[in-house]
């Protein structure tokens, strides 16, 4: 089973990297940016779905790394690596921080501890001025180097967040597989019983929280690369809350299905722009639509049928 | 930092703990009973501010436009409780997300007919101005908005603690399954905790746009405000809800006086302190 999903994601990214090419630019942005926020759902996905916590403050470790990004390549200069290192580590640190407060409660106090933590990041992105220039955020962040390599044109960049976006996938497989992982869902059936066969589910829920913050900085790098400009908005609670959304849309507990989950919001939002203003009221729409009609999202719906 | 500094500024964290009070309480019952957190909580507290604004510019009465505000969003959260939130019981994770959709909708639908300027709520003329006392200056209005929220309070308390109605609430945050079972309509009780939970952040809303405006955000601004409240009073708890609102009133106000790049901060630490100590918050029970 495991061994078929992973042929199949195979062939889709080699499928994604052979179309490429043929893409007009404006979907082949799309589809670097439905890679990205696929990224951060996955992320989410290793606490709500494979753990049980429902954050709601991923967008804060997702915009310290883009921040960090943009502040170090504009201001200092610094290179694809350095930046890389720097809002990763980042992004870490924070979550190391927070998961020692959010780890204590289970359930909605999880769930209110996260966002209130969220909500301290935006703060800080929109008063500390001096540091984040505010509501104007920090532009013009250039498109980095790879080695010889220029990633400023789409194409280039589209083939970067793909390598990234499969390593991230491969790495978060591996490690929902792993005797590590195995707890997560142990814990996530049963907290009191994991506990009782001498499992240490804090450190458990812990590491998942701190490597969840880890991989949401990977595309919070990305994201401050590909969009040039990194504001408040990015670490608002509505970005939490998309990414949610595209967890429970796809089908927490699935990993690819948060990733589809990602595309489909993401093309949705682009979609709806064009012809409307009045993207929340869709969002929100399509919340209250799926937690009626897909409790389980489309992954969880399509293996329920199977079985 | 003189003595007028100090006097001055806890006033003003009173009273913005006393409309903390306003929204969090409501939002503390309807833990209480529902086992849910309503994330659209700090919605009705926006647009009890704007269905106000709305009012007071069509009839110049204050009066009505809290009223309007009240009863029109204590409609809003019934239907939102009755049509939907019930459809889902027992699963809190699919109500949370639920009231997400709904603090989305309203968001946008806000910005539809409100518009994105900020507006002022104009405040009658027997609450403006300002009192003195020394060298410190108390505003009228702020006076009444601690006069609101004790009052409230102590009706909240009289509700809850001397009536049939109340003994009924207690009984379901306690144990709802054995309330249902002993004979008490838990359902009715938790959509008349949810309408007063929204009523009573809509007052909060409506009295808030006086001082501190209504505009889009506002929601979302104000939300983990009721949130570390509850966190630091303890869930489901009224006398939690009073002193976490004073706590975090104070200690935002103060955070903003000294270090007004960092105001979000001040959130944190007493969050991060409560629960370092007490994981359930002041009042709460585990």
Redesign the interface.
Same mark, same amino acid.
């Given at each position: 089973m495991i061994r078929r999903r992973s042929l199949y994601a195979a062939l889709v990214f080699a499928a994604l990297a052979l179309l490429a090419p043929a893409l007009p630019p404006y979907p082949l942005t799309l589809l670097t940016q439905a890679l990205i926020f696929g990224i951060l759902a996955m992320s989410l996905d290793v606490l709500l779905g494979y753990t049980g916590l429902?954050s709601l403050g991923q967008a804060a470790y997702f915009g310290a790394a883009a921040y960090a990004v943009a502040l170090l390549a504009t201001e200092r200069q610094v290179g694809l690596v350095g930046c890389a290192v720097a809002g990763i580590a980042l992004a870490t640190v924070t979550a190391a921080v927070f998961g020692v407060?959010a780890i204590?409660?289970t !359930?909605?106090?999880f769930?209110?501890?996260t966002?209130? %933590?969220g909500? +301290?990041v /935006? !703060?800080?992105a929109?008063? /500390? #001025?001096?540091l984040t220039k505010g509501d104007n955020g920090v532009s013009g962040v250039p498109r980095p180097e790879l080695g010889a390599l220029d990633l400023t044109p789409p194409l280039p960049f589209f083939y970067f967040a793909l390598v990234v976006a499969a390593l991230a996938w491969t790495l978060l497989g591996l490690l929902v597989i792993s005797p590590f992982g195995l707890g997560l869902k142990g814990i996530r059936g049963s907290e009191s019983r994991m506990q009782a066969l001498g499992y240490n589910v804090w450190l458990h829920k812990y590491v998942a929280f701190v490597l969840s913050g880890t991989f949401a900085g990977v595309a919070g790098v990305l994201w401050a690369y590909y969009n040039g400009f990194v504001g408040p908005t990015d670490v608002?609670? +509505?970005t939490s #809350?998309e990414a %949610?959304?595209m967890v &429970?849309l796809g089908g927490p507990g699935t990993l690819v299905g948060p990733a589809i989950g990602a595309g489909l919001i993401v093309f949705l939002k682009n979609f709806v722009s064009v012809y409307t203003k009045?993207? %929340?009221?869709i969002? !929100? &729409?399509?919340?209250?639509g +799926?937690? %009626?009609f897909a409790?389980q999202g489309i992954v969880g719906a399509m293996r329920g049928r199977r079985r | 930092m003189t003595a007028e500094f100090w006097i001055t500024q806890s006033f003003n964290g009173i009273s913005y703990g006393a409309l903390l009070f306003l929204l969090a309480s409501g939002l503390s019952l309807i833990f209480g009973v529902m086992r849910i957190v309503n994330m659209a909580h700090g919605s009705y507290f926006m647009l009890g501010g704007y269905v106000g604004l709305t009012v007071v510019l069509r009839t110049r009465s204050f009066a009505l436009a809290v009223l309007a505000g009240t009863v029109a969003i204590a409609l809003v959260g019934m239907g939102m409780e009755r049509l939907f939130l019930r459809r889902l019981r027992g699963e809190e994770l699919g109500q949370v997300l639920m009231t997400i959709g709904f603090a989305l909708i309203f968001q946008d639908l806000a910005l539809l007919i409100w518009g994105g300027d900020p507006y002022n709520l104009p405040v009658p003329a027997a609450l403006s101005g300002s009192l003195r006392a020394g060298g410190a200056v108390f505003p009228v209005y702020r006076i009444f908005i601690v006069a609101v929220a004790v009052v409230v309070g102590i009706a909240l308390w009289l509700l809850l603690d001397r009536t049939r109605a109340g003994a009924m609430i207690r009984a379901a945050v306690d144990d709802a399954e054995m309330a249902q079972g002993v004979g008490i309509n838990v359902p009715r009780a938790s959509l008349a905790v949810f309408s007063l939970g929204a009523a009573l952040a809509a007052l909060g809303g409506v009295i808030g746009a006086g001082f501190l405006g209504v505009y889009p955000g506002a929601d979302f601004e104000v939300l983990p405000y009721a949130f570390v409240v509850v966190i630091v009073g303890g869930l489901g708890s009224l006398p939690g809800a009073m002193a976490g609102s004073l706590l975090v009133g104070l200690l935002d106000n103060f955070g903003k006086a000294l270090f007004p790049e960092l105001s979000y901060f001040t959130l944190f630490a007493p969050m991060a302190l409560i629960l370092a100590i007490r994981p359930t918050g002041l009042f709460g029970r585990s």
């Open positions: 429902p407060i204590r409660a !359930g909605t106090y769930l209110m501890i966002l209130a %933590l909500m +301290v /935006w !703060g800080l929109f008063r /500390w #001025v001096s608002q609670l +509505v #809350v %949610l959304l &429970a009045r993207w %929340l009221l969002l !929100g &729409a399509v919340y209250i +799926v937690i %009626l409790p | -």
